[in-house]
Protein backbone atom coordinates (compact mmCIF):
# COMPACT_ATOMS: atom_id res chain seq x y z
CA UNK A 1 0.00 0.00 0.00
CA UNK A 2 2.85 2.24 0.74
CA UNK A 3 4.06 2.26 -3.00
CA UNK A 4 0.29 2.56 -4.34
CA UNK A 5 -1.02 6.04 -4.70
CA UNK A 6 -4.65 6.70 -3.44
CA UNK A 7 -6.91 7.75 -6.43
CA UNK A 8 -8.30 11.51 -5.79
CA UNK A 9 -11.72 10.68 -5.26
CA UNK A 10 -10.48 8.84 -2.37
CA UNK A 11 -8.25 11.52 -1.23
CA UNK A 12 -11.20 14.25 -1.81
CA UNK A 13 -13.57 12.23 0.45
CA UNK A 14 -11.38 12.64 3.20
CA UNK A 15 -10.38 15.83 3.24
CA UNK A 16 -14.15 16.06 3.46
CA UNK A 17 -13.89 14.39 6.54
CA UNK A 18 -11.35 16.29 7.91
CA UNK A 19 -13.00 18.10 10.69
CA UNK A 20 -11.10 21.54 9.97
CA UNK A 21 -13.69 21.26 7.03
CA UNK A 22 -16.51 19.89 8.65
CA UNK A 23 -16.49 22.27 11.92
CA UNK A 24 -17.31 25.43 9.57
CA UNK A 25 -19.92 23.40 7.50
CA UNK A 26 -21.54 22.81 10.69
CA UNK A 27 -21.75 26.31 11.87
CA UNK A 28 -23.34 27.57 8.59
CA UNK A 29 -25.96 24.82 8.79
CA UNK A 30 -26.47 25.68 12.67
CA UNK A 31 -27.11 29.21 11.04
CA UNK A 32 -28.88 28.38 8.75
CA UNK A 33 -31.49 26.75 10.50
CA UNK A 34 -31.51 28.93 13.73
CA UNK A 35 -32.39 31.70 11.36
CA UNK A 36 -35.27 29.90 9.46
CA UNK A 37 -36.80 28.41 12.60
CA UNK A 38 -36.20 31.97 14.58
CA UNK A 39 -38.04 34.20 12.48
CA UNK A 40 -40.98 31.04 11.63
CA UNK A 41 -41.33 31.25 15.94
CA UNK A 42 -41.63 34.73 15.89
CA UNK A 43 -43.93 35.19 13.20
CA UNK A 44 -46.11 32.75 14.72
CA UNK A 45 -46.04 34.27 18.79
CA UNK A 46 -45.74 37.83 17.11
CA UNK A 47 -48.27 39.81 19.33
CA UNK A 48 -51.87 40.27 17.16
CA UNK A 49 -52.15 44.44 15.79
CA UNK A 50 -53.57 46.38 18.38
CA UNK A 51 -56.89 47.12 17.50
CA UNK A 52 -58.02 50.06 15.73
CA UNK A 53 -57.37 53.78 17.07
CA UNK A 54 -58.75 53.61 20.61
CA UNK A 55 -56.06 51.11 21.67
CA UNK A 56 -53.12 52.92 19.00
CA UNK A 57 -53.20 56.53 21.13
CA UNK A 58 -55.01 55.97 24.64
CA UNK A 59 -56.73 59.35 25.77
CA UNK A 60 -54.87 60.45 29.45
CA UNK A 61 -57.16 63.74 29.21
CA UNK A 62 -59.94 63.24 31.60
CA UNK A 63 -62.07 65.99 29.30
CA UNK A 64 -61.43 64.33 26.06
CA UNK A 65 -62.06 61.06 26.90
CA UNK A 66 -65.27 61.78 28.76
CA UNK A 67 -66.69 63.82 26.10
CA UNK A 68 -65.79 60.36 23.60
CA UNK A 69 -67.28 58.52 25.99
CA UNK A 70 -70.63 60.02 26.00
CA UNK A 71 -70.48 60.64 22.40
CA UNK A 72 -70.34 56.78 21.88
CA UNK A 73 -72.83 55.71 24.76
CA UNK A 74 -75.05 58.15 22.85
CA UNK A 75 -74.62 56.55 20.03
CA UNK A 76 -74.97 52.99 20.44
CA UNK A 77 -77.43 50.25 21.55
CA UNK A 78 -78.44 48.99 24.47
CA UNK A 79 -75.71 47.27 26.87
CA UNK A 80 -75.53 43.60 26.77
CA UNK A 81 -78.32 42.09 28.62
CA UNK A 82 -77.18 40.66 31.83
CA UNK A 83 -78.94 39.78 35.21
CA UNK A 84 -78.88 42.82 37.13
CA UNK A 85 -82.00 42.09 39.66
CA UNK A 86 -84.37 45.10 38.76
CA UNK A 87 -86.41 45.15 41.63
CA UNK A 88 -85.49 44.51 45.83
CA UNK A 89 -85.05 40.91 46.60
CA UNK A 90 -86.91 40.39 49.91
CA UNK A 91 -87.57 36.87 49.62
CA UNK A 92 -84.44 34.89 51.34
CA UNK A 93 -84.98 32.15 48.89
CA UNK A 94 -83.71 34.50 45.78
CA UNK A 95 -80.73 35.23 47.90
CA UNK A 96 -80.35 31.27 48.55
CA UNK A 97 -80.91 29.93 44.64
CA UNK A 98 -78.20 32.89 44.19
CA UNK A 99 -76.21 31.15 46.12
CA UNK A 100 -76.60 27.59 45.24
CA UNK A 101 -75.59 29.01 41.45
CA UNK A 102 -72.49 30.84 42.49
CA UNK A 103 -71.77 27.32 44.40
CA UNK A 104 -71.94 25.10 41.23
CA UNK A 105 -69.70 27.99 39.42
CA UNK A 106 -67.30 27.91 41.38
CA UNK A 107 -66.92 24.31 41.75
CA UNK A 108 -66.73 23.90 38.31
CA UNK A 109 -63.59 26.20 38.74
CA UNK A 110 -61.94 24.54 41.30
CA UNK A 111 -62.56 21.09 39.84
CA UNK A 112 -61.37 22.07 36.34
CA UNK A 113 -58.62 24.56 36.51
CA UNK A 114 -55.83 23.54 38.68
CA UNK A 115 -54.69 27.00 39.11
CA UNK A 116 -58.15 28.14 41.03
CA UNK A 117 -59.07 30.78 43.06
CA UNK A 118 -55.31 32.51 41.62
CA UNK A 119 -56.35 32.27 37.83
CA UNK A 120 -56.63 35.02 36.18
CA UNK A 121 -58.11 36.81 34.53
CA UNK A 122 -60.30 38.65 37.31
CA UNK A 123 -64.22 38.25 36.75
CA UNK A 124 -65.76 41.26 37.80
CA UNK A 125 -69.36 41.73 37.14
CA UNK A 126 -70.60 45.71 36.57
CA UNK A 127 -74.09 46.17 37.55
CA UNK A 128 -76.53 48.09 35.43
CA UNK A 129 -77.84 50.27 37.66
CA UNK A 130 -80.44 53.17 36.60
CA UNK A 131 -79.09 56.04 34.56
CA UNK A 132 -79.62 58.86 37.21
CA UNK A 133 -76.40 57.07 38.86
CA UNK A 134 -73.87 57.19 35.95
CA UNK A 135 -74.40 58.88 32.69
CA UNK A 136 -76.88 61.56 34.31
CA UNK A 137 -73.78 62.47 36.67
CA UNK A 138 -71.03 62.32 34.03
CA UNK A 139 -73.58 64.35 31.61
CA UNK A 140 -73.73 66.71 34.59
CA UNK A 141 -70.23 67.48 34.79
CA UNK A 142 -69.34 67.46 30.93
CA UNK A 143 -72.50 70.24 30.82
CA UNK A 144 -71.32 72.68 33.58
CA UNK A 145 -67.41 72.37 33.27
CA UNK A 146 -66.30 75.25 32.19
CA UNK A 147 -68.43 77.15 35.24
CA UNK A 148 -65.08 78.41 36.60
CA UNK A 149 -67.09 80.50 39.45
CA UNK A 150 -67.96 76.60 41.21
CA UNK A 151 -65.48 76.79 43.60
CA UNK A 152 -65.15 74.80 46.97
CA UNK A 153 -64.95 76.67 50.60
CA UNK A 154 -61.32 76.84 50.34
CA UNK A 155 -61.36 78.33 46.64
CA UNK A 156 -60.47 75.26 44.44
CA UNK A 157 -62.24 75.07 41.08
CA UNK A 158 -65.21 72.35 42.23
CA UNK A 159 -64.80 70.53 38.23
CA UNK A 160 -61.08 70.17 38.61
CA UNK A 161 -61.54 68.80 42.31
CA UNK A 162 -63.97 65.84 40.56
CA UNK A 163 -61.03 65.47 37.67
CA UNK A 164 -58.69 64.52 40.69
CA UNK A 165 -60.51 61.93 42.30
CA UNK A 166 -61.96 60.69 38.64
CA UNK A 167 -61.05 56.80 39.30
CA UNK A 168 -64.68 55.79 39.12
CA UNK A 169 -64.89 57.33 35.42
CA UNK A 170 -61.91 55.43 34.38
CA UNK A 171 -62.12 52.17 35.90
CA UNK A 172 -65.71 52.37 34.89
CA UNK A 173 -65.29 53.46 31.13
CA UNK A 174 -62.31 50.39 30.85
CA UNK A 175 -64.97 47.56 32.50
CA UNK A 176 -67.88 47.74 29.71
CA UNK A 177 -65.90 48.99 26.69
CA UNK A 178 -66.03 46.11 23.71
CA UNK A 179 -63.41 43.50 24.66
CA UNK A 180 -61.76 44.38 21.06
CA UNK A 181 -60.95 47.53 21.80
CA UNK A 182 -59.62 46.76 25.51
CA UNK A 183 -56.38 46.61 26.39
CA UNK A 184 -56.17 44.48 30.03
CA UNK A 185 -56.12 40.90 29.80
CA UNK A 186 -55.80 40.55 33.70
CA UNK A 187 -59.90 41.31 34.19
CA UNK A 188 -62.78 40.39 32.06
CA UNK A 189 -65.99 41.88 32.85
CA UNK A 190 -68.85 39.21 32.70
CA UNK A 191 -73.00 39.00 32.62
CA UNK A 192 -73.61 36.07 34.80
CA UNK A 193 -73.18 37.56 38.52
CA UNK A 194 -72.78 33.49 39.68
CA UNK A 195 -69.62 33.81 37.83
CA UNK A 196 -67.76 36.74 39.51
CA UNK A 197 -65.19 36.92 41.09
CA UNK A 198 -66.13 40.73 42.43
CA UNK A 199 -68.81 43.62 42.26
CA UNK A 200 -68.61 47.02 40.64
CA UNK A 201 -70.97 49.74 41.80
CA UNK A 202 -70.58 52.24 38.80
CA UNK A 203 -72.01 55.11 41.32
CA UNK A 204 -70.27 58.68 40.66
CA UNK A 205 -70.49 59.21 44.45
CA UNK A 206 -67.63 62.20 43.94
CA UNK A 207 -69.83 64.10 41.28
CA UNK A 208 -73.38 63.59 42.95
CA UNK A 209 -71.31 65.25 46.26
CA UNK A 210 -70.34 68.14 44.23
CA UNK A 211 -72.79 69.24 41.91
CA UNK A 212 -76.01 68.88 43.41
CA UNK A 213 -77.66 70.59 46.43
CA UNK A 214 -77.48 68.90 49.69
CA UNK A 215 -80.07 67.49 49.92
CA UNK A 216 -80.82 66.09 46.42
CA UNK A 217 -77.37 64.80 46.97
CA UNK A 218 -78.46 62.39 50.27
CA UNK A 219 -81.67 61.83 49.32
CA UNK A 220 -79.61 60.08 45.77
CA UNK A 221 -77.14 58.75 48.40
CA UNK A 222 -80.31 56.82 49.75
CA UNK A 223 -81.88 55.41 46.62
CA UNK A 224 -78.25 54.09 45.38
CA UNK A 225 -77.74 52.63 49.10
CA UNK A 226 -81.42 50.75 48.55
CA UNK A 227 -80.79 49.81 45.08
CA UNK A 228 -77.32 48.13 46.09
CA UNK A 229 -78.41 46.57 48.94
CA UNK A 230 -81.17 45.07 47.49
CA UNK A 231 -79.32 42.90 44.79
CA UNK A 232 -79.07 39.28 45.69
CA UNK A 233 -75.28 39.03 45.27
CA UNK A 234 -74.79 41.69 47.92
CA UNK A 235 -77.20 40.41 50.61
CA UNK A 236 -75.29 36.85 50.07
CA UNK A 237 -72.02 38.14 51.03
CA UNK A 238 -72.93 41.05 52.90
CA UNK A 239 -71.33 43.34 50.48
CA UNK A 240 -67.75 41.98 50.96
CA UNK A 241 -66.96 41.59 46.92
CA UNK A 242 -68.47 44.65 46.29
CA UNK A 243 -66.22 47.62 44.86
CA UNK A 244 -67.45 51.38 45.72
CA UNK A 245 -65.80 53.89 44.65
CA UNK A 246 -65.69 56.63 47.33
CA UNK A 247 -62.31 58.49 46.17
CA UNK A 248 -62.75 62.07 47.69
CA UNK A 249 -63.00 61.49 51.76
CA UNK A 250 -66.89 63.18 51.64
CA UNK A 251 -68.37 61.39 49.09
CA UNK A 252 -70.82 58.72 50.32
CA UNK A 253 -70.34 60.36 53.93
CA UNK A 254 -74.02 60.36 55.10
CA UNK A 255 -74.93 56.54 54.26
CA UNK A 256 -71.21 54.68 54.08
CA UNK A 257 -71.73 53.30 57.67
CA UNK A 258 -73.88 51.01 55.75
CA UNK A 259 -71.46 49.71 53.34
CA UNK A 260 -68.29 48.89 55.67
CA UNK A 261 -68.21 45.69 54.64
CA UNK A 262 -67.78 46.90 51.09
CA UNK A 263 -63.81 47.53 49.25
CA UNK A 264 -63.59 51.27 49.31
CA UNK A 265 -61.18 52.80 46.75
CA UNK A 266 -59.83 55.60 48.71
CA UNK A 267 -57.13 58.34 48.28
CA UNK A 268 -55.71 57.42 51.75
CA UNK A 269 -56.73 55.58 55.55
CA UNK A 270 -56.42 59.21 57.62
CA UNK A 271 -55.85 56.92 60.33
CA UNK A 272 -56.48 60.13 62.46
CA UNK A 273 -60.15 59.57 62.26
CA UNK A 274 -61.33 62.77 60.79
CA UNK A 275 -62.46 61.46 58.07
CA UNK A 276 -63.16 57.45 58.40
CA UNK A 277 -64.92 55.91 62.02
CA UNK A 278 -62.88 53.86 63.12
CA UNK A 279 -62.97 50.10 61.85
CA UNK A 280 -63.96 51.43 58.46
CA UNK A 281 -61.65 51.54 56.41
CA UNK A 282 -58.29 49.24 56.65
CA UNK A 283 -55.34 47.83 54.05
CA UNK A 284 -56.76 44.30 54.32
CA UNK A 285 -60.31 45.40 52.65
CA UNK A 286 -59.65 48.58 51.06
CA UNK A 287 -57.89 49.76 47.98
CA UNK A 288 -55.59 53.12 48.28
CA UNK A 289 -55.88 55.06 44.67
CA UNK A 290 -53.83 57.76 43.47
CA UNK A 291 -55.22 61.01 42.44
CA UNK A 292 -55.44 61.63 38.77
CA UNK A 293 -52.01 63.91 38.06
CA UNK A 294 -52.93 67.51 37.24
CA UNK A 295 -49.90 68.07 35.12
CA UNK A 296 -48.97 67.22 32.04
CA UNK A 297 -46.65 63.67 32.04
CA UNK A 298 -42.97 64.57 31.74
CA UNK A 299 -41.82 62.44 29.26
CA UNK A 300 -38.54 60.64 28.59
CA UNK A 301 -37.51 63.51 25.88
CA UNK A 302 -39.26 65.95 28.80
CA UNK A 303 -37.21 65.10 31.54
CA UNK A 304 -33.30 64.66 29.60
CA UNK A 305 -34.13 68.04 28.24
CA UNK A 306 -35.13 69.62 31.99
CA UNK A 307 -32.49 67.79 33.33
CA UNK A 308 -30.13 70.92 33.02
CA UNK A 309 -33.15 73.40 34.15
CA UNK A 310 -33.90 71.52 37.67
CA UNK A 311 -31.74 74.53 39.14
CA UNK A 312 -34.47 74.88 42.25
CA UNK A 313 -33.30 72.14 45.43
CA UNK A 314 -37.09 72.35 46.62
CA UNK A 315 -40.31 73.47 45.14
CA UNK A 316 -43.70 73.91 46.75
CA UNK A 317 -46.80 75.19 45.30
CA UNK A 318 -50.22 74.80 47.24
CA UNK A 319 -52.44 75.87 49.99
CA UNK A 320 -50.36 76.84 52.39
CA UNK A 321 -52.48 76.51 55.82
CA UNK A 322 -55.12 73.67 55.79
CA UNK A 323 -56.52 71.71 58.73
CA UNK A 324 -56.13 68.53 60.62
CA UNK A 325 -52.48 66.84 59.34
CA UNK A 326 -51.95 69.72 56.89
CA UNK A 327 -51.33 72.11 60.06
CA UNK A 328 -47.66 71.23 58.88
CA UNK A 329 -47.83 72.94 55.91
CA UNK A 330 -47.89 76.71 57.51
CA UNK A 331 -44.89 75.37 60.10
CA UNK A 332 -43.06 74.29 57.21
CA UNK A 333 -43.62 77.23 55.21
CA UNK A 334 -42.18 79.61 58.21
CA UNK A 335 -39.34 77.48 58.43
CA UNK A 336 -38.26 77.49 54.85
CA UNK A 337 -39.34 80.24 53.06
CA UNK A 338 -37.00 82.79 52.28
CA UNK A 339 -33.70 79.58 52.13
CA UNK A 340 -31.67 79.82 49.23
CA UNK A 341 -32.53 77.19 46.50
CA UNK A 342 -36.23 76.89 47.81
CA UNK A 343 -39.77 78.09 46.19
CA UNK A 344 -42.69 78.15 48.04
CA UNK A 345 -45.59 79.86 47.00
CA UNK A 346 -49.39 79.88 47.48
CA UNK A 347 -51.66 78.28 44.53
CA UNK A 348 -54.90 76.35 43.37
CA UNK A 349 -56.00 73.95 41.30
CA UNK A 350 -56.99 76.36 38.04
CA UNK A 351 -55.18 76.47 34.98
CA UNK A 352 -53.32 79.08 36.04
CA UNK A 353 -52.07 77.17 38.99
CA UNK A 354 -51.17 74.65 36.78
CA UNK A 355 -48.77 76.14 34.71
CA UNK A 356 -47.08 77.49 37.67
CA UNK A 357 -47.10 73.95 39.27
CA UNK A 358 -45.77 72.14 36.32
CA UNK A 359 -43.44 75.13 35.02
CA UNK A 360 -41.64 74.43 38.85
CA UNK A 361 -42.05 71.26 39.13
CA UNK A 362 -39.78 70.63 36.03
CA UNK A 363 -36.99 73.54 37.42
CA UNK A 364 -36.50 71.59 40.56
CA UNK A 365 -34.72 68.68 41.88
CA UNK A 366 -36.83 67.83 44.93
CA UNK A 367 -40.52 68.88 45.53
CA UNK A 368 -42.06 68.98 49.19
CA UNK A 369 -44.83 66.90 50.21
CA UNK A 370 -46.88 67.84 52.84
CA UNK A 371 -50.12 66.73 54.39
CA UNK A 372 -53.33 68.11 52.81
CA UNK A 373 -56.41 68.17 54.95
CA UNK A 374 -55.59 64.45 54.72
CA UNK A 375 -52.47 62.39 54.74
CA UNK A 376 -52.51 62.43 51.18
CA UNK A 377 -52.30 65.25 48.28
CA UNK A 378 -52.38 64.92 44.53
CA UNK A 379 -49.35 67.05 44.49
CA UNK A 380 -47.09 64.26 45.03
CA UNK A 381 -48.55 62.23 41.58
CA UNK A 382 -48.02 65.60 39.92
CA UNK A 383 -44.40 65.75 41.68
CA UNK A 384 -43.86 61.73 40.31
CA UNK A 385 -45.37 62.58 36.57
CA UNK A 386 -43.04 65.49 36.73
CA UNK A 387 -39.93 63.91 37.58
CA UNK A 388 -39.37 65.95 40.53
CA UNK A 389 -38.32 63.66 44.01
CA UNK A 390 -41.07 63.89 46.47
CA UNK A 391 -40.00 64.71 50.07
CA UNK A 392 -42.87 63.21 51.68
CA UNK A 393 -43.68 64.83 55.09
CA UNK A 394 -47.06 63.07 56.09
CA UNK A 395 -46.73 60.55 59.38
CA UNK A 396 -50.13 58.91 58.75
CA UNK A 397 -49.50 58.77 54.71
CA UNK A 398 -51.08 55.22 52.89
CA UNK A 399 -49.48 54.75 49.32
CA UNK A 400 -51.68 53.70 46.14
CA UNK A 401 -50.35 49.65 45.03
CA UNK A 402 -47.79 49.56 47.82
CA UNK A 403 -47.89 45.89 47.12
CA UNK A 404 -46.40 45.93 43.96
CA UNK A 405 -44.64 49.24 44.19
CA UNK A 406 -41.66 50.38 46.42
CA UNK A 407 -41.64 54.31 47.16
CA UNK A 408 -38.16 54.76 49.19
CA UNK A 409 -36.75 54.38 45.58
CA UNK A 410 -38.35 57.29 44.19
CA UNK A 411 -39.18 59.47 47.20
CA UNK A 412 -37.54 60.94 50.31
CA UNK A 413 -39.50 60.02 53.11
CA UNK A 414 -39.09 62.50 56.52
CA UNK A 415 -41.14 62.66 59.73
CA UNK A 416 -42.98 65.65 60.26
CA UNK A 417 -41.12 66.51 64.09
CA UNK A 418 -37.76 66.07 61.76
CA UNK A 419 -38.85 68.25 59.27
CA UNK A 420 -40.01 71.71 61.32
CA UNK A 421 -36.43 71.29 63.32
CA UNK A 422 -35.08 75.01 62.11
CA UNK A 423 -32.22 73.85 59.30
CA UNK A 424 -32.79 70.46 58.98
CA UNK A 425 -34.47 69.17 55.93
CA UNK A 426 -32.57 71.33 53.72
CA UNK A 427 -29.52 70.22 55.08
CA UNK A 428 -30.50 66.76 54.56
CA UNK A 429 -31.59 67.31 51.41
CA UNK A 430 -27.92 69.13 50.12
CA UNK A 431 -26.28 65.95 51.75
CA UNK A 432 -28.71 63.83 49.10
CA UNK A 433 -25.58 62.80 46.81
CA UNK A 434 -25.54 63.40 43.05
CA UNK A 435 -25.81 59.66 42.23
CA UNK A 436 -28.80 58.95 45.07
CA UNK A 437 -30.11 61.82 42.74
CA UNK A 438 -29.62 60.35 39.53
CA UNK A 439 -30.80 56.60 41.04
CA UNK A 440 -34.22 58.13 41.97
CA UNK A 441 -34.61 60.52 38.82
CA UNK A 442 -34.27 57.44 36.85
CA UNK A 443 -36.94 55.51 38.71
CA UNK A 444 -39.46 58.32 38.68
CA UNK A 445 -39.19 57.90 34.48
CA UNK A 446 -39.72 54.35 35.21
CA UNK A 447 -42.47 54.62 37.40
CA UNK A 448 -44.77 57.47 35.99
CA UNK A 449 -46.94 55.34 34.09
CA UNK A 450 -48.04 53.65 36.91
CA UNK A 451 -50.54 57.07 38.14
CA UNK A 452 -51.22 57.78 34.51
CA UNK A 453 -55.16 57.02 33.84
CA UNK A 454 -56.25 56.13 30.46
CA UNK A 455 -59.22 54.65 28.16
CA UNK A 456 -58.12 52.32 27.15
CA UNK A 457 -56.85 51.30 30.14
CA UNK A 458 -53.07 50.62 29.67
CA UNK A 459 -50.96 47.69 30.93
CA UNK A 460 -49.11 48.70 34.49
CA UNK A 461 -50.92 51.65 34.31
CA UNK A 462 -52.94 52.40 37.65
CA UNK A 463 -56.23 50.69 36.57
CA UNK A 464 -53.83 47.50 35.74
CA UNK A 465 -52.88 47.38 39.28
CA UNK A 466 -55.62 47.98 41.08
CA UNK A 467 -57.05 44.98 39.44
CA UNK A 468 -53.96 42.83 39.93
CA UNK A 469 -54.01 43.81 44.23
CA UNK A 470 -57.64 43.16 43.96
CA UNK A 471 -56.77 39.25 42.70
CA UNK A 472 -55.07 39.61 46.38
CA UNK A 473 -57.68 40.28 47.79
CA UNK A 474 -60.46 37.46 46.50
CA UNK A 475 -59.66 34.47 48.29
CA UNK A 476 -59.64 36.22 51.89
CA UNK A 477 -63.00 37.93 50.85
CA UNK A 478 -64.60 34.65 50.29
CA UNK A 479 -63.48 33.13 53.53
CA UNK A 480 -64.72 35.74 55.53
CA UNK A 481 -68.13 35.31 53.40
CA UNK A 482 -68.32 31.84 54.10
CA UNK A 483 -67.38 31.93 56.93
CA UNK A 484 -70.08 34.58 58.07
CA UNK A 485 -72.89 32.26 56.56
CA UNK A 486 -72.05 29.43 58.55
CA UNK A 487 -71.51 30.79 61.84
CA UNK A 488 -74.00 30.72 64.68
CA UNK A 489 -75.31 33.89 66.87
CA UNK A 490 -73.86 31.42 69.82
CA UNK A 491 -70.64 31.05 68.74
CA UNK A 492 -67.82 32.86 70.92
CA UNK A 493 -66.30 33.49 67.73
CA UNK A 494 -68.68 35.58 65.96
CA UNK A 495 -66.36 38.75 66.22
CA UNK A 496 -64.29 39.13 62.62
CA UNK A 497 -61.57 40.56 62.74
CA UNK A 498 -62.54 44.24 61.38
CA UNK A 499 -64.52 43.92 64.94
CA UNK A 500 -61.72 42.91 67.01
CA UNK A 501 -59.68 45.94 65.20
CA UNK A 502 -62.18 48.52 65.75
CA UNK A 503 -62.61 46.96 69.30
CA UNK A 504 -58.58 47.50 69.96
CA UNK A 505 -58.85 50.74 68.68
CA UNK A 506 -61.40 52.27 70.61
CA UNK A 507 -59.38 50.91 73.74
CA UNK A 508 -56.31 52.56 73.15
CA UNK A 509 -57.98 55.52 72.92
CA UNK A 510 -59.57 55.09 76.07
CA UNK A 511 -55.78 54.85 78.11
Known sequence: ??????????????????????????????????????????????????????SADPDTSFLISLERFLSRRSSSSASALD??????????????????????????????????????PLRVYVYEMPRKFTHDLLSLFWSTYKETSNLTSNGSPVHRLIEQHSVDYWLWADLIAPESERLLKNVVRVHRQEEADLFYIPFFTTISFFLLEKQQCKALYREALKWVTDQPAWKRSEGRDHILPVHHPWSFKSVRRYVKNAIWLLPDMD????????????????????????VDLCD???????????TTLL??????????????????????????????EEGSAGDAGKAAAQS????????????????????????????????????????????????????????SSDAVQPGWLLTYLRNVSTAQVRRLQSNLAKYSRHFIYSNPAKRLGPEDLV????????????????????????????????????????SMSLR
Open 1 to 54: MAGKHLPPSFLHHRRLRSPAVLFPLLLLLLLFLYLLFSSSYSASFRDPAPPSSP
Open 467 to 506: WRMMAGKVVNIRLHTRRSQRVVKESRSICTCDCRRANITN
Open 271 to 294: STGNWYKPGQVSLEKDLILPYSPN
Open 83 to 120: DTASAAADDDAVVRKFDDAVFASESERLWGDPYYPLDL
Open 360 to 415: GMRRSIFCLSPAGDTPSSARLFDAIVSGCIPVIASDELELPFEGILDYRKIALFVS
Open 315 to 344: FFRGRLKRNAGGKIRAKLVAELSGAEGVVI
Open 300 to 310: AKCLSDSQSKR
